[in-house]
């Protein structure tokens, strides 16, 4: 039962992941629905608008989810719990937006994807970045590790990545991924006395 916008816009983005943002049609939608294509224009003005908006409600929820976990889990002392979180949110993110999908909107969709695109670099570098600061400011992360590098050359190239093979997905685990990935990676930058207390784990 379609009660409102929220419920387009879960239901689009759902379908649009499963089969393209291009193949998945207003028509396609309004069907599915059970819904007029007409009222799909009263929320939506273009096909691009409901891409876009239902990429807002996705990583709305996913921003939510880092905001919920940052307010119940004060650092304390440990940022770096939170960048693993984060990356963790990450990789179930990109397990669910295929390749394809992607594709479709760099492609077809710009404005859609120039969005997709800001919201990534906006976690790696006014989230992530400063926790990784703060971590070092706590003599977690040796002095001589240049922290914007360690964004610009691993942490914000994550989905080049999982992306480098079709079916990474379906050979590891989201656990093992995130470990070679990214644990292994902050590992390389930790001070050898944090590292014999917290091994990240």
Known sequence: MIEGKNDILAYAIENFTKFGSKRFSMDDLAK???????????????????????LTYYFGK????????????????????????????????????????LHGLNKYYPNAYEFYSKIKSNIVWDIVNPLLKKAKELGQIRKNVNIDLVCSLFLARMEETVYSKDNLFQEYSIHELLDHIIINNLRGILTLEYLQTNPLD
């Open 32 to 54: 599915h629905l059970g819904i007029s294509k007409k009222t799909l224009y009263k929320y939506f003005s273009s096909k691009e608008a409901l891409v876009q908006e239902s």
């Open 62 to 101: 996913i921003l939510s989810n880092i905001d919920q976990y940052m307010l119940e889990n004060p650092n304390n002392g440990q940022p770096l719990n939170t960048v693993i979180y984060i990356y963790k949110q990450g990789l179930m993110t990109f397990q669910e937006l295929n390749p394809s999908f």
